[in-house]
């Protein structure tokens, strides 16, 4: 019915369209307003357009705007418009546009040095081939719209009042869509109506952005209420909602009902296109966006085009040759002229007059010369040059796919080259700028330790878990077939080891087998349990904390009945209760068996939505049952859930403890999952669980929406709390005594970057208390406790308690743990009550609704009682330390920007190798622009005053009152790295200043390695373009998040890594990279590779064009600079397209200047990339000075061997292109590195094609090819001796200088590419080692400390070795020994962000390491040193490492040391501990800014 | 392959794919070619390893370089100018503007006899045959006996083209200007008595040119009748078929003119004028001895400086007289030779350092 009226719109003349169209966009304002399109049009909409429609219904809805339908179209063209439009595109290129004035030129009688129609050849040749290569292109994008276009939905017809099935290009906005299970969405789609009896619907959005876990999203509001099914018809309410925009995380707008009443509507509402409906029955929506305004196509930008930075020198050089070729034009129009003055009066016979009888006059004759001249040396600008770049940059990428030491075989990808012609950018890298999380590590989250209550559980059995998976996947890399491994795994012996053998078994079936298929099947079975490797889901809990646990478990359950449960525990197990109930409950995790994936494990005992009204929370919060903690609930619940969810519903129970449900029920899917299973005693539950483990059916999944979240649900099961069911309002948890208790979920607040934490309000079945359960960053939510008072004991235990789990939490941020800290606020009923109040204004306020809503959760998130803190680990990928040296040693500077916390980061840094232990460290952390200028001012100071390193003892002393090194400095005090400088966000953005980043820079620039802290997206991206446009450097950005893709875009490379965190990255980048570790791979090798080969290709394009021009400009002095050409016009122009196009194209893409296992074993060869060795303007010079001598020879040795004979023009030409060609040959012989059949078959074959196509041309036609008319010639030619003796000399002569040039340096002075092409040849044995040995090896003089060796120094090596020896090491690597890890007697106190909490840890902690004796050697040097320090004003705190020596010289240099009014990270110190407690605490600052920086006066 | 990444496919995918379907693994294919492993072979150029070709270019060049040199100077030529600027010349009565028909005869001695067939060159300096508008000036359609463009000349033989309403065949400035000096030589016997030396007039075009390139009108008609309708060339005397009274040798099939159509590649240059047969083994074409040479003297050559020769040359294997090339080739391989002993030399002091260097950094 809609499509009627469209047929009948076309006709409309289309002046009069465009004109209304346009008053319409007027009119049109912010926002959309959609209507169904079931709807006859309202009338009153638009006088014009009602008139000119007659009574027509309006197609679409609303009438007044110009919606997009759904029809995608990505192509360019239609089969008319191709040609114009083709043509009209690729003339927007230069340098075509240049060649076809050149080929016009040639029309030009006066002018013509060729024939016109032979001129325009080349021009429509190149632009014929780009047209084909778009045609094809486009062809492709058009077949796979068709297909999309083609793909079919339900939508509602209102002729047949029902579904019918449509194509996806036929939906238009207001259409009302019905999608089914397991269908992708074709377009943005308000939810109206869901099978879910919730009002749910889950979506994935793998298409949208990768995230392969389950979304939710909710039917709008009002209309999830309604009883009946939903009916189209009946729908007449308005949609007001933003334009089309590319946001995908944002969609506003409300929906505004007949009776007047509106609704918002927001992102939970919206379905997107591209996603696929999962675990939902059937859904219905109306249209919103279609087609190409829909979210998903907005954000597809398609491929991108860089220019390279090769590129850009390369048309700087192209420029040149311009210049070059217009010098030689004037030159030779000079030239004519005054040869045309000398010649005419004295009527030579050869001066050709005009067609009329006169005289050219000198000038015309000049001007005439200089435009044929350049006609003729048009060669110069090689008009094949951008297409042989083209398809050696299409060749390069293709190498690059195929590289199999670039496929992942775990996520069964390679690397994917999204940018076509940057590749040879990976060779001149100069800075790459990271991102941490699932960069650097996996982003694969492991529950490692944790504490609660101030006690720390160290979770040994665990980490010793853990280093065995480490083993066995380094032992996977190594064999192929690995069956080997499996009963070391097994040998974990408890539960896990079960799932770990299974889990290893099903996956190893696949590599053994090879068959794709089921290799295929594996991967899709590991996409689909996203954020659920075997090692999040395996931990083997802490035996002491596990028995406190069973013990609650046991206590409760004991105490059920009881008035208030919880009152029954001591304070330390309720936290532990509750810090488990947090664990579990505080997340977004939405539960799913794993036999039917994406099946909700559905257990309702009740439906009832979230608080939403007052009245609501009055009616549910009714004093009586507050206080009596017995109600009707149950009863109303039973009741609607029967009548919601019908008899499958069995009775719920209402206990006297008020919501507390025993499961009852059972789903019919899992009939195992009783609570009988669970009620034997407490020391039988591993037992029991081992034994069960083997039905698969038990094993729920957790769909995560951060890794975070399902390790930390993960870690609450391995303690038997497990979450076994969560729906919108309600939360389950199965405990093995209590058996399952329902918690009633008030509200989720969700996740933000900047509160930095999340909270749920729950009402507690065994208390009905309300609590909030918060979980976040401990800066933040340390911040938020309850301020307790020193004065009772109460407080004082609290404060303890405080103290200790800050401590630890700076232990776990020390080991590179990502913290997280949980507590809990239990609300009155009013305190509860008023906030909703608020809560709610805020929810509903249509406006502002973002802050008000952070408001909200502010108020809400304070007064939290500590419960305790998790330390989750964040492995680093494989191969990262190894990747960062061998990228450091090849010359690249790292730079590590990150959103994380300082400590977190500097730590990963350390396990990376990106920070060395002896290396220093200067952090730059200041509260104001001028603390932060003066930092900077102090900082280049002292590096300046660094430099020249004059007396060893002296600098090593000052550095250490100035800037101690974060470890000691090793004895390797001599050779001096570098320092690295960390800052953090706030000061990165002082930094950043107009006025500062000068000096920022210079700073970074001398430093080993930058790493930022706290970053914004916005941050990165202007760090990558400040060093991009002040330093000049090549850049490259690598991230796997939406936070990076900015940076990414910045840079002049951008790598996405196809992680764990969704395509956005991916979609931004240039390369798309499944690990880290390839990078280096991609940019020593091939990175080297195709810069080496498109630098020497391009040289030798410049040469070649150069040379061939010289022999055509000498020529003009013996042609009376005519412009005459001795070559022949056919040979003239294609002989760079046909004749000396292919050897080059090959060694181009196969050349390989130094293998590629002796590039990964000498990373520095990296840098003659960087410095732009082999093509920078001095090569460039070098190489076209070359040219022309070459010229010069290959010009002279014909002329003076034909000087004063009988050859003619083309006789003696001939010989000069056939020498030209074998120079040619011969030169890139010597360029060419590797010879391969291909390069030995190139060379043949042109000049079998020159000698074939020159025999053939010169045999076709006798009279056909004015006025060269070469009949014969080569034929001729072929039986004259001079001929091939010329042949043979010039070449040779010309080339000898080069070649002994090139032999003379290759003996003398050889680069270090030749180096390390000798060493190849010289051993190649060696290097075919295997890879891993290569990776190990070490050069000599660059300190680099295996883990092992690390872990075997330890504090006592490293501490004889030192003099100044304040710190230990800190245990970094997991691998380390788990006691090590357990138990912290090594600390190193790069992190004192509280010098409160961790002072005491400490001085209890460091038992072994600092004995007195030392503190009293140490503190006399310090305070020795301190004047000189003062001196040179250059006293900077930054981390310190001083572990648990407070001493007062230290604090005392120290408050020296800061007089700036800047305040760094510095050591605590005890005795000012309470001071800052007392001022630390209660001053919350603001969430952006951390708590590292705090200000000393 | 690859390159074109379609991110639409990512956005909207396909149809759903079905677990466990078809989609294969990506695993690239490990074969010599895709992971660029093909066998090479990797020259690296240091004074060791390029040092035989030096010497081995020297090896070969010298060589070749005498044989050339030695043959090139067995080969007999002698060159008389006879531009006669010189007053002493006996051509300077000729180049005054107002005398027509000049003769002028120039003596000379051949120091050796002339063995074998002795080429009649005429050569000429300073003349830019090779000049763009000069070198087009023509139209081969003309000259392959084409009677449109008999009739209807090219463009490009402008102003050539026509004269007095008529086409003129040939056309363009090379005929135009084409050579027409008569050169007569004599021998002068013991007595004085002079004999003429017989000079060959044909065979000293390609082949190919008078048989393809080159053709008159078609018809069966005598010459004049073919060439009726055009106009002789401005500065003709004759029009083209009267060159020669011999008809294989005349209109634009007459041998000279076809040499001068083949416009020269230098401006110094010679061209073929006649050929001096061997007559028999026992006598040399050209006994040692006084010579004269008659020159009707008509082409003006002194007006742009320019100089007119007679040259007489025998050839050899590989063509006239040329001493360059035996010399280039013994100076490029002894150059080379030197080069590779200046490389082995250099390979001997450097030979352990560069063993024994390795990449530093």
């Given at each position: ?343 005419q009066?004295?009527k030579?016979l050869?001066d050709v007059p005009e067609s009329d009888g006169t005289s050219l006059s000198?000038?015309t ?1133 | ?132 508008r000069?070198?087009?000036s ?17 463009k490009?033989c402008e102003p050539y083209r026509r004269s007095e309403d008529?086409?003129i065949?040939?056309c363009g400035a090379?005929?135009n200007s ?53 106009a002789?060339p401005v500065n ?126």
């Amino acid at each position: 019915m809609e499509r009627e009226p469209a047929a009948a719109d076309e006709p409309r003349p289309p002046g009069r369209r465009r004109r209304r169209r346009r008053r319409r966009r007027r009119r049109e304002g912010r926002t959309r307003t959609v209507r169904s399109n079931l709807l006859p049009f309202p009338g009153a909409e638009d006088p014009t357009a009602s008139a000119a429609k007659g009574a027509r219904r309006l197609r679409r809805c609303g009438g007044t705007q110009h919606l997009a339908d759904n029809r995608l179209k990505t192509t360019k063209y239609t089969l008319l418009s191709f040609l114009p439009k083709n043509l009209f595109e690729q003339f927007h290129r230069l340098a075509n546009v240049y060649f076809v004035f050149i080929a016009l030129l040639n029309f030009v009688p006066a002018v013509n040095a060729f024939q016109p129609g032979l001129a325009l050849a080349p021009v429509l040749f190149i632009l014929a081939v780009t047209a084909f290569k778009d045609l094809w292109e486009d062809y492709s994008r058009h077949r796979s719209d068709h297909e999309i276009n083609h793909l079919g939905c339900l939508v509602f017809s209102r002729e047949e009042k029902q579904y019918v099935n449509r194509f996806w290009k036929e939906i238009r906005v207001g259409d009302f869509v019905r999608l089914r299970c397991n269908e992708i969405i074709p377009a943005d789609i308000l939810l109206l109506s869901s099978s879910d009896p919730d009002g749910l619907c889950h979506i994935e959005t793998a298409n949208l952005d990768g995230e392969t876990n389950l979304k939710r999203r909710q039917v709008v509001r009002g209309f999830s209420e309604l009883v009946s099914e939903f009916n189209p018809l009946t729908f007449t309410s308005v949609i007001e909602c933003e334009k089309p925009n590319d946001d995908l995380t944002r969609f506003r707008g409300c929906i505004i009902h007949d009776n007047g009443k509106k609704a918002g509507l927001y992102k939970e509402n919206l379905l997107l296109r591209g996603c696929t409906i999962r675990n939902t029955e059937a859904v219905v929506g109306i249209v919103i966006y279609a087609g190409h305004e829909t979210k998903a196509l907005l954000n597809n930008s398609g491929p991108r085009y860089k220019r390279s930075q090769l590129e850009r020198q390369m048309n700087c050089d192209v420029l040149w040759c311009v210049l070059l070729l217009v010098c030689m034009s004037l030159f030779s129009a000079v030239g004519h002229g005054l040869w045309v003055q000398r010649y005419q009066e004295k009527k030579s016979l050869f001066d050709v007059p005009e067609s009329d009888g006169t005289s050219l006059s000198p000038v015309t004759a000049a001007v005439y010369s200089f435009l044929t001249m350049i006609i003729v040396l048009q060669v110069l600008i090689p008009i094949s040059l951008y297409v042989s770049i083209e398809i050696v940059k299409v060749c390069q990428v293709y190498f690059i796919n195929q590289d199999t030491e670039l496929y992942d075989e775990e996520t069964d990808s390679q690397l994917q080259c999204r940018a076509l012609n940057i590749t040879e950018d990976l060779g001149q890298i100069q800075y790459i700028f990271s991102d941490k999380t699932g960069t650097l590590t996996e982003n694969k989250m492991v529950f490692r330790r944790c504490t609660v209550s101030g006690i720390e559980y160290s979770h040994d059995a665990n980490a010793q878990r853990l280093a065995r998976y480490q083993e066995a996947d380094s032992e996977e890399e190594e064999v192929v077939p690995r069956g080997g491994s499996l009963p070391q795994r097994g040998s974990t012996g408890s539960h896990q080891g079960i799932r770990v053998l299974h889990r290893s078994q099903s996956t190893r079936s696949h590599r053994r087998t090879g068959s794709r298929a089921e290799a295929k099947r594996a991967s899709m079975l590991s996409r689909h349990t996203a954020f659920s490797s075997p090692m999040e889901k395996d931990i083997t809990p802490d035996p002491k904390l596990l028995e406190k646990v069973s013990e609650c478990d046991r206590c409760l359950a004991f105490a059920r009945h009881q008035e208030h449960p919880l009152a029954h525990l001591s304070p330390e197990l309720s936290d532990i209760f509750d810090f488990f109930i947090a664990l579990t409950i505080c997340n977004t995790v939405v539960v799913t068996s794993p036999d039917q994936p994406r099946q909700k494990v559905r257990v309702r005992f009740e439906l009832k939505s979230p608080v939403k009204t007052i009245e609501d929370f009055l009616r549910r919060f009714t004093p009586s049952r507050l206080t009596s903690g017995c109600s009707s609930i149950a009863g109303v619940a039973t009741s609607k859930s029967a009548h919601k969810s019908g008899p499958s519903l069995l009775s719920t129970l209402a206990n006297d403890g008020a919501l507390l449900r025993l499961e009852e029920r059972l789903d019919p899917q899992a009939p195992g999952l009783t609570s009988n299973g669970y009620s034997s005693g407490a020391d039988g539950w591993a037992q029991h669980k081992a034994a069960r483990e083997p039905e698969p059916e038990q094993e729920l999944r957790y769909e995560a929406e951060s890794p975070d979240e399902a390790a930390l649900v993960y870690a609450a099961r391995a303690y038997s709390c497990a979450l076994v069911d969560r729906l919108h309002d309600q939360v389950s948890v199965e405990l093995p005594h209590l058996g399952r208790l329902t918690f009633e979920l008030l509200h989720t607040l969700g996740f933000d970057s900047i509160r930095k934490r999340m909270s749920v309000v729950i009402r507690h079945p065994l208390t009905d208390e309300i609590n909030v359960y918060t979980k976040g960053a401990d800066s933040m939510v340390m911040d938020l406790l309850l301020p307790c008072s020193t004065d009772d004991a109460r407080g004082r235990h609290q404060m303890k308690i405080r103290s200790k789990t800050q401590n630890y939490l700076n232990l776990y941020a020390v080991e590179g743990l990502r913290t997280l800290c949980i507590a809990k606020r239990v609300l009155s009923k009013e305190e509860y009550a008023c906030w909703l109040q608020s809560h709610l204004e805020a929810e509903s306020a249509l406006d502002n609704r973002e802050e008000l809503l952070f408001q909200s959760a502010i108020r809400l998130e304070t007064n939290l009682h500590l419960l305790g803190a998790t330390g989750i680990e964040d492995r680093l990928q494989d191969g990262v330390p190894e990747t960062i040296a061998k990228l450091r040693q090849a010359g690249l500077q790292i730079w590590v920007l990150t959103g994380d916390k300082q400590e977190t980061a500097i730590n990963i840094a350390y396990a990376c190798k990106l920070l060395d232990h002896d290396e220093e460290v200067i952090t730059l952390n200041a509260e104001s622009q001028e603390a932060c200028a003066a930092l900077l001012d102090q900082c280049l100071h002292y590096v300046q005053s660094r430099s020249p390193r004059s007396a060893p003892e002296k600098t090593a002393s000052s550095m250490r009152v100035s800037f101690s090194p974060v470890c000691p400095p090793s004895a390797t005090t001599t050779s001096s790295p570098s320092p690295s400088l960390v800052i953090d966000g706030r000061s990165l953005a002082y930094a950043l200043e107009k006025n500062l980043e000068d000096k920022f820079l210079f700073l970074a620039k001398q430093c080993r390695s930058v790493l930022c802290c706290r970053s914004t997206p916005l941050q990165k991206s202007m760090v990558v373009k400040l060093v991009r446009s002040k330093l000049k450097a090549m850049t490259l950005a690598i991230g796997d998040g939406a936070n990076d893709v900015s940076m990414i875009q910045v840079a002049d490379v951008g790598v996405g890594i196809s992680g764990q965190e969704g395509m956005q990255a991916v979609m931004a980048s240039d390369f798309a990279v499944p690990r880290f570790r390839y990078l280096e791979r991609l940019l020593i090798v091939h990175g080297h590779w195709c810069y080496s080969r498109l630098a020497n290709m391009v040289l030798y394009f410049f040469y070649k064009n150069t040379m061939f021009v010289g022999l055509l400009f000498w020529f003009q002095f013996y042609c009376g600079f005519s412009a005459s050409a001795m070559i022949d016009q056919w040979y003239l122009i294609f002989f760079n397209l046909l004749f000396s196009s292919l050897p080059q194209l090959v060694t181009g893409v196969l050349d390989k200047d130094v293998p590629a296992d002796v590039l990964l074993t000498e990373p520095q060869l990296y840098k003659s990339g960087q410095n732009r060795e082999e093509y920078g303007p001095r090569t460039f010079w070098l190489n076209m000075a070359d040219a022309a001598f070459q010229s010069l020879v290959c010009f002279f040795i014909p002329y003076l061997a034909y000087y004063d004979s009988d050859a003619d023009m083309f006789t003696w030409g001939t010989p000069i292109t056939a020498i030209a060609l074998f120079t040619f040959l011969l030169h890139l012989g010597i360029e060419t590195k590797t010879w391969t059949w291909l390069n030995w078959t190139a060379c043949g074959f042109s000049i079998l094609l020159f000698f074939t196509v020159a025999l053939i041309y010169n045999a076709s036609c006798a009279t056909c090819y004015p006025p060269s008319n070469p009949y014969w010639t080569m034929q001729t030619l072929m039986g004259d001796p001079v001929f091939y003796l010329t042949c043979l000399i010039a070449p040779v002569a010309a080339l000898l200088p080069r070649l002994f040039f090139k032999a003379l340096q290759g003996s003398l002075f050889p680069t270090q590419l030749q180096l390390g092409r000798q060493l190849a040849k010289r051993s190649p044995k060696k290097l075919r080692a295997p890879k891993e040995t290569s990776a190990q090896e070490r050069l000599p003089g660059e300190p680099r400390t295996e883990p092992s060796e690390q872990g075997s120094l330890g504090p006592s090596g490293s501490f004889s070795q030192d003099r100044s020896s304040q710190v230990a090491w800190p245990a970094q690597q997991p691998a380390c020994s788990p006691e090590a890890s357990g138990e912290p007697s090594v600390v190193d106190v790069s992190v004192p962000l509280r010098e409160d909490t961790l002072l005491e840890g400490l001085s209890s902690q460091t038992p072994g390491l600092s004995s007195p004796g030392e503190v009293i050697l140490e503190c006399p040097g310090d305070s020795k040193m301190k004047p000189t320090s003062a001196s040179r004003a250059a006293p900077l705190s930054s981390i310190f490492s001083l572990s648990s020596f407070s001493s007062l010289n230290w604090i005392s240099s120290l408050s020296l040391v800061s007089g700036l009014g800047s305040v760094l990270q510095f050591s605590r110190s005890g005795l000012q501990m309470d001071k800052q407690d007392s001022e630390f605490l209660p001053s919350p600052l603001p969430p952006d800014q951390n708590l590292q920086a705090t200000d000393y006066f | 392959m690859a390159m074109n990444y379609n991110a639409k496919d990512e956005v909207d995918g396909g149809p759903p794919c079905a677990p466990g379907g078809t989609a294969k693994n990506r695993r690239p294919d490990n074969t010599a070619f895709k992971q660029q492993r093909l066998p090479a072979w990797q020259p690296i150029l240091t004074a060791g390893t390029v040092l035989p070709t030096f010497f081995i270019i020297g090896l070969i060049f010298i060589p070749i370089g005498i044989g050339i040199f030695v043959t090139s100077n067995n080969i007999r030529e002698i060159e008389i100018d006879y531009t006669g600027t010189e007053p002493s010349s006996p051509c300077n009565k000729c180049l005054s503007p107002n005398v027509t028909s000049c003769i002028c005869t120039i003596n000379f001695t051949l120091e050796q006899s002339f063995e074998g067939n002795v080429f009649m060159y005429y050569g000429l300096s300073n003349f830019y045959q090779n000049h763009r508008r000069y070198v087009k000036s023509r139209d081969d359609s003309q000259l392959n006996g084409d009677h449109g463009a008999l009739l209807n000349p090219s463009k490009e033989c402008e102003p050539y083209r026509r004269s007095e309403d008529k086409p003129i065949a040939p056309c363009g400035a090379i005929a135009n200007s084409m050579f027409n000096d008569t050169l007569e030589l004599y021998l002068v016997g013991n007595d004085s008595e002079s004999t003429p030396v017989p000079l060959k007039k044909k065979g000293i075009a390609w082949w190919t040119d008078k048989n393809v390139k080159f053709r008159n009108p078609s018809g069966d008609t005598p010459l004049e009748e073919r060439f009726k309708d055009t106009a002789k060339p401005v500065n003709w005397v004759k029009p083209v078929y009267m060159l020669d009274p011999d008809q294989d040798n005349n209109g634009f099939i007459n041998e000279d003119f076809i040499v001068w159509m083949r416009t020269a590649a230098l401006p110094t240059f010679r061209k073929l004028y006649r050929l001096i047969e061997r007559k028999s083994d026992l006598h040399p074409t050209l006994p040692a001895g006084r010579y004269y040479l008659n020159i009707t003297y008509n082409y003006p050559v002194h007006s742009f400086d320019g100089r007119k020769r007679m040259i007489l040359s025998t050839i050899s294997w590989m063509g006239g007289k040329n001493p360059f090339l035996g010399i280039a080739y013994i100076a490029i391989g002894s150059i080379s030779f030197l080069l590779g002993v200046v490389l082995l030399v250099i390979n001997h002091k450097y030979r352990n350092s560069s063993n024994t260097a390795d990449i530093t950094i």
